[in-house]
């Protein structure tokens, strides 16, 4: 079980944003986290719970290992406005967090 | 780059079986594992299951008794059938690549996603 948080953030521009994700038992660094925006689908921002992905804004981070992950981004844009999520991949028993709805004020 | 696209019926009565297909585009669909995702309206993500296109399959225990995945490598697609639906498999449906290293899956990149609603 991934119990991620907040489920809801309100942000200004320029400020940082903090969402984490717990797993229920240890998962080493197989920690991903996604972007989707409103009638989208899902878009992968990082793998192996810190790792970035080749086109992905630097603002965009992660970091974490174990139980307690952490999802960062710098800097807020207006463009960044979606829900995200933690995702664990442990052997066929894959689970996303419940999701964080980020807005932007 | 590997794109996907969804298809199959957008309306599916209740006790029936919903059936789609996902077609790559943009590269082989060979030597990967594939994935369907879904969504109910509002809510979060549920992983449905895995195939690789040798066949095997993997499938999310609290629907494997309903799920049948397929693939067609000829066709560069694979497929779900969810069988005995009811209101509560309402949901956007997402088919995607499915990274997989030492057992632990990643998905990237997804299809659009296609709006099943099971309505009689």
């Known amino acids: 079980v991934m119990t991620q948080s907040p489920a809801f953030l309100s942000v200004t521009p320029g400020e940082k944003v903090t969402i984490t994700c717990q797993a229920s038992e240890g998962i080493g660094n197989y920690l991903y986290w996604y972007q989707q925006k409103p009638d989208q689908a899902p878009k992968l921002l990082i793998k192996y719970a810190s790792q970035s992905i080749s086109g992905v804004p630097s603002r965009f981070s992660g970091s974490g290992s174990g139980t307690d992950f952490t999802f960062t981004i710098s800097s807020l844009e207006a463009e960044d406005a979606a829900t995200y999520y933690c995702q664990q991949g442990n052997k066929h028993r894959i689970t996303f967090g419940q999701g964080t709805r980020l807005e932007i004020k | 780059q590997v794109q996907l696209q969804e298809s199959g019926p957008g309306l599916v009565k209740p006790s029936e079986t919903l059936s789609l297909t996902c077609t790559v585009s943009?590269?082989?669909?060979?030597?990967?594992?594939w994935s369907w995702i879904r969504q109910p309206a509002g809510k979060g993500l549920e992983w449905i299951g895995r195939i690789y296109t040798s066949g095997s399959t993997n499938y999310n225990p609290s629907l494997k008794s309903r799920v049948t995945m397929s693939v067609d490598t000829s066709k560069n697609q694979f497929s779900l059938k969810l069988s005995s639906v009811t209101a509560a498999d309402t949901a956007v449906y997402y088919c995607?690549?499915?990274?997989?290293?030492?057992?632990?899956?990643?998905?990237?990149?997804w299809g659009q996603g296609t709006l099943v609603t099971v309505s009689s």
């Open positions: 995607a690549r499915t990274l997989s290293i030492f057992g632990e899956d990643w998905f990237d990149p």
């Open positions: 943009g590269g082989s669909i060979s030597s990967y594992y």
